[in-house]
Each structure stands twice: as structure tokens, then as C-alpha cells.
């Protein structure tokens, strides 16, 4: 089993920046892709982006492109999602996610865990 603990949402400027991080712990040998997903409020849930847990190799949403930073530390197996030039646009819920395979990286299905969300609300 893995758990997944996401941490660092809150109140923002449009305009501001911010990290998330989520932690794993339990079988994380399993993990071969973490990434983030947010859903917002009256909307479905939506990828965000995704890192190789054993590479570099990182996935982006065309709407967070350029603006988001996603990294990892395995030592302290640990995912950061940096958030950058925030929109207001981009509030909502965000969510961390671990699969075990890496095929289609951009489909909910395709993770195995979740954490319980933290919740990021961009003011203008």
C-alpha cells in the first residue's frame, strides 16, 4: 500500500507562486509515475502534470505549461509541484496521484493511489 500526502495549498494572488508537495510513504518501490491532478469547483478532474518517480522525464498539461514546475525527491520520497504566474483560473482542489505503470500518464485511471487533496483558491 502506498499513502500519499499532499500539503502546501492556499489563498494566492493572481500573479503569485506556489509549492505543493506531497509526501509517500508504505511500498513506495512500487511507484513508477507520480503526478498531480486538480478539479475545480462544478468541473471534472483534470491532469495537471507527472514525473517518472525513477527519471526526468516530466508531463504537462498545455494550461499549466510554462508556469508549473514539477520535481522529485526520491530520498525523501517527496513530489513538488511548483506554481507559478497564478491565474485565477487556476483554483480548485489538487490532488496527488501514484501509478505503478507509466503508460497513459495524463488518464486518471491509470493511478493506482491518491492523496486527500489540498485546495489552492487564486484571488485577483
Known amino acids: 500500500q502506498v499513502h500519499l500526502v499532499e500539503s502546501g495549498g492556499g489563498l494566492v494572488q493572481a500573479g503569485g507562486s506556489l509549492r505543493l508537495s506531497c509526501a509517500a510513504s508504505g511500498r513506495t518501490d512500487n511507484i513508477h509515475i507520480m503526478g498531480w491532478f486538480r478539479q475545480a469547483p462544478g468541473k471534472e478532474r483534470e491532469f495537471v502534470a507527472a514525473i517518472n518517480w525513477k527519471g526526468s522525464r516530466t508531463y504537462y498539461a498545455d494550461s499549466v505549461k510554462r508556469r508549473f514546475t514539477i520535481s522529485r525527491d526520491n530520498a525523501n520520497n517527496t513530489m513538488h509541484l511548483y506554481l507559478n504566474f497564478l491565474l485565477f483560473e487556476d483554483t480548485a482542489v489538487y490532488y496527488c496521484?501514484?501509478?505503478?505503470?507509466?503508460?497513459?500518464?495524463?488518464?486518471?485511471?491509470?493511478?493506482?493511489?491518491w492523496g486527500q487533496g489540498t485546495e489552492v483558491i487564486v484571488s485577483s
Open positions: 496521484a501514484a501509478a505503478s505503470l507509466g503508460i497513459a500518464v495524463v488518464t486518471t485511471d491509470e493511478y493506482d493511489y
